[in-house]
């Protein structure tokens, strides 16, 4: 199978190319037309000043396009100052927690001991409330959950929006 382009849509009825031939030419898709088309192209006269328009239009349609087309952004350097004073007063404020920690990390074990016996009795007890009530408690907490969630969904969606409004309109 050819990649040529068929004949009616290279040669006009007057025996000249066609606009389709001459912009496939000035693209330099040559390959597209038969050897008959190129040779006509550079050998008639009224086809190559044809040809010459179609690709001063071309190039100065390309250069008024290629700023809305193709708007380029200057590529930002790394803010490393503001980048390394974050880091520091990120670390100047942990400074206290840091501090603490050695005396935190040897209370964790007292603490474990003394409040997972309370945990325990709150979990066993909140099983005891869940089997006693039966499915209208598990009705209740559904229904809640599928409240807070869409109203969750509602903020969140109307939020975005706006924000993607004020960032379309620009």
Do not use: N, Y
């Amino acid at each position: 199978m050819s990649d040529e382009l068929a004949h009616d849509l290279l040669w006009q009825a007057d025996g000249h190319l066609t606009d389709v031939a001459l912009t496939a030419l000035a693209d330099g898709e040559v390959a597209l037309l038969s050897p008959a088309a190129a040779s006509h192209a550079e050998e008639c006269d009224a086809c190559a000043r044809r040809l010459g328009d179609a690709a001063l239009f071309s190039t100065l349609l390309s250069e008024e396009l290629a700023p809305v087309l193709l708007p380029v952004r200057e590529p930002r350097q790394l803010p490393v100052a503001a980048l390394l004073a974050a880091f520091a007063l990120a670390i100047a404020g942990s400074l206290p927690v840091l501090i603490e920690l050695p005396r935190w990390l040897l209370d964790v074990p007292r603490a474990v001991l003394v409040h997972t016996p309370l945990a325990l009795r709150v979990a066993a007890s909140f099983l005891k409330v869940i089997s006693a009530a039966g499915p209208s408690l598990l009705l209740v907490w559904v229904t809640t959950t599928l409240v807070l969630a869409g109203f969750g969904l509602w903020v969140a969606r109307s939020g975005t929006r706006q924000v993607e409004w004020k960032e379309a309109h620009r």
